[in-house]
């Protein structure tokens, strides 16, 4: 069995930039496409990034497209999520996931593996 652990979350201000870490055991090079999603209280899990085995391609969600960059070490077994200008509407618990085949998904439902979170808070 698959297990996925975030860590990085913290309070920032509105502004300031986070980057997130998503370690795997066994190592992340064992999933063709990690992901990154977002769940804010009372709301549904929503997609953040994705990112193939290669580190080739890439998806984003509509909100986090220029602010937010997704980046895999295969070797160092960590999957990180570089998040820049963070506004307060992107405080959430954030997710990291892991898929077992080549396409690139969007769809919370497509993966096979989830870590228990890393809370981001922005406030001022």
């Known amino acids: 069995q698959a297990q996925l652990a975030e860590s990085g979350g913290r309070l920032v201000k509105p502004g300031e930039s986070l980057r997130l870490s998503c370690e795997a055991s066994p190592g992340i090079y064992n999933f063709y496409v990690m992901g990154w999603f977002l769940q804010a209280p009372v709301m549904v899990r929503e997609f953040v990034a994705a990112?193939?085995?290669?580190?080739?391609?890439?998806d984003y969600g509509e909100t986090v497209k220029g602010r937010f960059s997704i980046r895999r070490d295969n070797t160092k077994e960590a999957v990180h999520l570089q998040m820049i200008d963070l506004k307060p509407e992107d405080s959430a618990t954030y997710y990291c996931?892991?898929?077992?085949?080549?396409?690139?998904?969007?769809?919370?439902?497509?993966?096979?593996?989830w870590g228990q979170g890393t809370k981001v808070t922005v406030s001022s």
């Open positions: 990112i193939s085995w290669g580190g080739g391609s890439t």
């Open positions: 996931a892991a898929r077992g085949t080549y396409s690139l998904s969007r769809s919370r439902k497509d993966y096979d593996y």
